[in-house]
C-alpha cells in the first residue's frame, strides 16, 4: 500500500503539453507509511523520519526535481504539521487528508493516513492453533481461520486499538521438516483471497480502526502434518513490540 501512485495531469485532451520546468506529469503525495504518531514524526519502516514528496517526470520519463507545497484539506481543526522540507509530525489523534502542489498548476490528488497514538504491544485476537479443515467436495485447496491480531496502546484499563499500524506474516516452518511442499502449495491469503507470487508464503496486512489485522492460510493438506506462520509489527519507530512475535500453528488433523 505504499508505493508511488503516478497521477497523470488532467489537461486537455491531445498530446501531452510541456508545463513550466519541462514537467509532464507528476506522482501522487509519496508516504513512507500509513500512520504518524502524535507528538512524533512521520517515519518509515525502518524508524527512520522520512519527508513525504513528489516525483516529477518529463515527457521522456526522466525525473525533474521539484519543491512541492503541501495542504491539510482535513476540516476542522489541528492534526499535522507539514515542514518546508517536507517532514509531517503528527498534533491530534485523527484521519488526515493532504494534497500536493508543484508550481500554480500541477496538484495531486488527494491522500489520506491517519495520527494515532504510539502502539505497545500485539497479540493474538483468538486461537493461535487451527485446524485446517477437511478438502470440500470438488475443491483442492482449504483454507484456515483468521490467523488475527490486535495491536493496542496506552494503560490497562485505557487500552485501546491502533489504527494503520503494519503487521507482516510469514510461513515459518512447515512439519516435518522433511516434507517437500510446492511454494504455491501452501500460502498466505489477503481479504481477496489473493498472495504474492513467487511463493505465497510471506504477506502484509495494515491494522483497521479497531487495531485488528489478520491473514488466512491456504493448502492442500496433504504431505504435511502442520504449519507455523508468525506474525511480527513494530511501534511507528521501528522497535518491536510487545508480543511480537506472535506463533500460529495450523494442523492437518
Same mark, same amino acid.
Do not use: H
Given at each position: 500500500?505504499?508505493?508511488?501512485?503516478?497521477?497523470?495531469?488532467?489537461?486537455?485532451?491531445?498530446?501531452?503539453?510541456?508545463?513550466?520546468?519541462?514537467?509532464?506529469?507528476?506522482?501522487s503525495v509519496i508516504l513512507p507509511a500509513p500512520a504518524v504518531a502524535?507528538?512524533?514524526?512521520?517515519?518509515?519502516?525502518t524508524g527512520k523520519a522520512v519527508p513525504i514528496r513528489i516525483v516529477a517526470f518529463s515527457q521522456t520519463g526522466d525525473t525533474i526535481a521539484v519543491t512541492p507545497s503541501y495542504v491539510v484539506t482535513t476540516v476542522p481543526g489541528k492534526s499535522i504539521t507539514i515542514g518546508s522540507t517536507g517532514f509531517v509530525v503528527g498534533d491530534s489523534v485523527r484521519p488526515v487528508q493532504i494534497v500536493g502542489r508543484v508550481g500554480d498548476r500541477l496538484q495531486t490528488p488527494p491522500v489520506a493516513f491517519d495520527v494515532v497514538?504510539?502502539?505497545?504491544?500485539?497479540?493474538?485476537?483468538?486461537?493461535? =492453533?487451527?485446524?485446517?479443515g477437511d478438502v470440500?467436495?470438488?475443491?483442492?485447496?482449504?483454507?484456515?481461520?483468521?490467523?488475527a491480531v490486535s495491536v493496542t496502546s496506552g494503560a490497562t484499563?485505557?487500552?485501546?486499538?491502533? =489504527?494503520?499500524?503494519?503487521?507482516?506474516?510469514?510461513?515459518?516452518n512447515v512439519f516435518p521438516s522433511s516434507a517437500t511442499i510446492p511454494d504455491t502449495t501452501?500460502?498466505?491469503?489477503?481479504?481477496?483471497?489473493?498472495?504474492?507470487?513467487?511463493?505465497?508464503?510471506?504477506?502484509?496486512?495494515?491494522?483497521?480502526?479497531?487495531?485488528?489485522?489478520?491473514?488466512?492460510?491456504r493448502a492442500v493438506p496433504f504431505g504435511f502434518d502442520s504449519v507455523e506462520i508468525q506474525a511480527t509489527a513494530n511501534n511507528l519507530k521501528g522497535i518491536p513490540l510487545k508480543g511480537s512475535p506472535i506463533r500460529f500453528v495450523v494442523t492437518t488433523k
Open positions: 500500500m505504499l508505493g508511488a501512485v503516478i497521477g497523470v495531469v488532467a489537461l486537455a485532451c491531445g498530446e501531452v503539453p510541456t508545463l513550466p520546468d519541462g514537467i509532464a506529469y507528476i506522482s502524535v507528538g512524533d514524526t512521520l517515519r518509515d519502516s497514538r504510539q502502539p505497545d504491544s500485539i497479540a493474538p485476537s483468538g486461537l493461535t =492453533k487451527f485446524l485446517l470440500t467436495t470438488g475443491e483442492v485447496f482449504s483454507i484456515s481461520s483468521p490467523l484499563a485505557t487500552r485501546a486499538g491502533v =489504527k494503520g499500524i503494519v503487521v507482516r506474516y510469514a510461513v515459518t501452501i500460502v498466505l491469503l489477503d481479504d481477496a483471497n489473493r498472495f504474492i507470487f513467487p511463493t505465497g508464503r510471506s504477506a502484509v496486512d495494515t491494522t483497521d480502526a479497531q487495531g485488528g489485522a489478520s491473514r488466512r492460510l
